[in-house]
């Protein structure tokens, strides 16, 4: 499985962002003070499109527990999502319970 895999959109909630480094498909990107999902590939000075909404399952950190509607963050540093919010940039709510062990959570991006 790739390190993001979109579920679905939950609307039309796309952004065109400028890179400023090299990135690819399902890479997760600060965005303000939260995260976008890049929509395709591109290298620095490309405009792409970023999606700021939409269910992922997204690489997460193993040992993190998570229920329906926990807060979910990225660390930029692992490239994973956790339950963690100190440094990390803001993702959005869980979507299905997370067990430990599973390497995998389910992400509403952009939900408060």
């Not at 890179?19 to 620095?44: C, M, Q, W, Y």
């Amino acid at each position: 499985m790739e390190k993001v895999a979109y579920l679905r959109n939950v609307d039309t909630s796309i952004v065109e962002i400028t890179l400023e480094k090299e990135v690819s498909k399902g890479d997760i990107l600060p965005f303000g003070e939260r995260a976008v999902v890049t929509g395709n590939s591109g290298i620095e000075g490309d405009t792409i499109v970023c999606f700021t909404k939409g269910i992922f399952e997204i690489q997460a950190k193993s040992d993190d527990e998570f229920n329906y509607g926990d807060k979910v963050y990225f660390n930029e540093q692992d490239r994973i999502a956790t339950k963690d919010s100190d440094g990390n940039i803001y993702l959005g709510l869980n979507y299905s319970k997370k067990i430990v062990g599973e390497t995998f959570v389910r992400v509403g991006v952009g939900e408060f």
